[in-house]
């Protein structure tokens, strides 16, 4: 459960405006990456006007790569538009079984993939990452690896378990032996970012290529290969897809070579 610490004066760090992207809820993040997200109707039609817009149900934490090969992969493919909504992989999955429309679903590991079986077709793996820790750049609970995470005074932030994030966080931990307690559980990996990077937390565990999408505005901590987890992300056409052709071509697309490079550069693995 996380606790709450009473012996601890906490710190009122001047913030710069959040991102809206930390703070839209799915679906207006859905209207916006197809408006904003370089993969527009308007950007897909131009000189012959839009056919097909793509829906596709991404992990959080492929937010800012995929915008980037949505808008790629209309250019490659004019008349085809690609709209994202990102959300944590559980909660994409939620909303399949609630009867949310959708050609593409894309999870951050495969034990959700799996539960949204019967409503896909096969997956196939299109990247990996791996976890590091992150802390805000001046490291001010001195964290240097997972044995510091158990430090009662440390306020720390986790992805919840119901999220791939926080279950391979805990893994690590649990498997290191570190009893650490969150002082909250965050519905996606963005959020632990979001408040690690405002300074809302002293630490937090995160995707490689989330830590590389902050930059400068975090410092982060390796955790070692042989402490660590291999995320797969797998990706699947929807058994209802409205353009189900479309939805098989992006998913293959997805382990192209454009798609493979943008991956790379975000510091994607390959699968």
């Known amino acids: 459960m996380p606790r709450t610490h009473t012996h601890r004066t906490r710190r009122t760090l001047p913030a710069p405006p959040r991102p809206a992207a930390l703070l839209l809820p799915a679906a207006l993040v859905l209207a916006g990456c197809g408006s904003d997200g370089g993969a527009t109707g308007d950007d897909a039609?131009?000189?012959?006007?839009?056919?097909?817009?793509?829906?596709?149900?991404?992990?959080?934490?492929?937010?800012?790569?995929?915008?980037?090969?949505?808008?790629?992969?209309?250019?490659?493919?004019?008349?085809?538009?690609?709209?994202?909504?990102?959300a944590g992989s559980q909660e994409l999955v939620a909303q399949l079984h609630g009867g949310a429309p959708a050609d593409v679903l894309v999870t951050a590991d495969t034990d959700t993939m799996a539960s949204a079986a019967g409503l896909t077709g096969e997956p196939e793996t299109v990247a990996r990452n791996e976890l590091v820790l992150i802390t805000p750049p001046d490291?001010?609970?001195?964290?240097?690896?997972?044995?510091?995470?158990?430090?009662?005074?440390?306020?720390l932030v986790l992805a919840a378990p119901e999220v791939p994030a926080g279950r391979y966080g805990q893994q690590i931990l649990r498997e290191q032996g570190v009893e650490a307690e969150p002082d909250s559980l965050e519905p996606n990996v963005r959020a632990v970012l979001g408040k690690v990077r405002w300074g809302e937390a002293d630490a937090g565990l995160v995707y490689a290529t989330d830590a590389v999408v902050a930059g400068d505005d975090v410092h982060t901590v390796p955790v070692p290969e042989e402490r660590n987890v291999l995320a797969e992300y797998p990706a699947?056409?929807?058994?209802?897809?409205?353009?189900?052709?479309?939805?098989?071509?992006?998913?293959?697309?997805?382990?192209?070579?454009t798609a493979r490079g943008l991956l790379a550069e975000a510091g994607f693995l390959a699968p």
């Open 45 to 86: 039609g131009s000189g012959g006007g839009s056919e097909v817009t793509l829906t596709v149900l991404a992990a959080a934490s492929l937010t800012d790569v995929f915008e980037e090969a949505g808008a790629a992969y209309t250019e490659e493919h004019p008349g085809t538009a690609v709209r994202f909504s990102f």
């Open 139 to 155: 490291n001010p609970a001195d964290v240097e690896g997972l044995a510091d995470l158990d430090d009662p005074g440390l306020r």
């Open 236 to 257: 699947a056409t929807l058994n209802e897809a409205e353009h189900p052709d479309e939805a098989a071509d992006f998913v293959s697309w997805l382990n192209e070579e």
